[in-house]
């Protein structure tokens, strides 16, 4: 079973920038389709970001479009979430997950699709 450990989250004014890690455990990190998802308390989990196995796709959620990046270093078992011009309404805990099955595609973000998850990291943006 894989593990997942976000990183990077904390306390930003809005307009500001944070950059979150989530590192992955076992040897076929590369193989499988990674997402970044959020959470409000009290609100359903919601689809943030997707990047393909190899690193050459990537798909967003509407509200994020163009402010956040999704990136992934195969080589460090690692996928980023670079979240610039944050505004307060992106304040949620932020997971990452892997994508149930090898080779997967990005344009599958429903959260059934991901069988595994990290702890969460809290993004908190002040206005």
């Known amino acids: 079973q894989v593990q997942l450990v976000e990183s990077g989250g904390g306390l930003v004014q809005a307009g500001g920038s944070l950059r979150l890690s989530c590192a992955a455990s076992g040897r076929t990190f590369s193989s499988y389709v990674m997402g970044w998802f959020r959470q409000v308390p009290g609100k359903e989990r919601e689809f943030v970001a997707t990047i393909s196995w190899s690193g050459a796709g990537t798909y967003y959620a509407d509200s994020v479009k163009g402010r956040f990046t999704i990136s992934r270093d195969n080589a460090k078992n690692t996928v980023y979430l670079q979240m610039n011009s944050l505004k307060p309404e992106d304040t949620a805990v932020y997971y990452c997950?892997?994508?149930?099955?090898?080779?997967?595609?990005?344009?599958?973000?429903?959260?059934?699709?991901?069988?595994?998850w990290g702890q969460g990291t809290q993004v908190t943006v002040s206005s």
């Open positions: 997950a892997r994508q149930m099955g090898a080779y997967g595609n990005i344009w599958k973000p429903s959260l059934a699709d991901f069988g595994s």
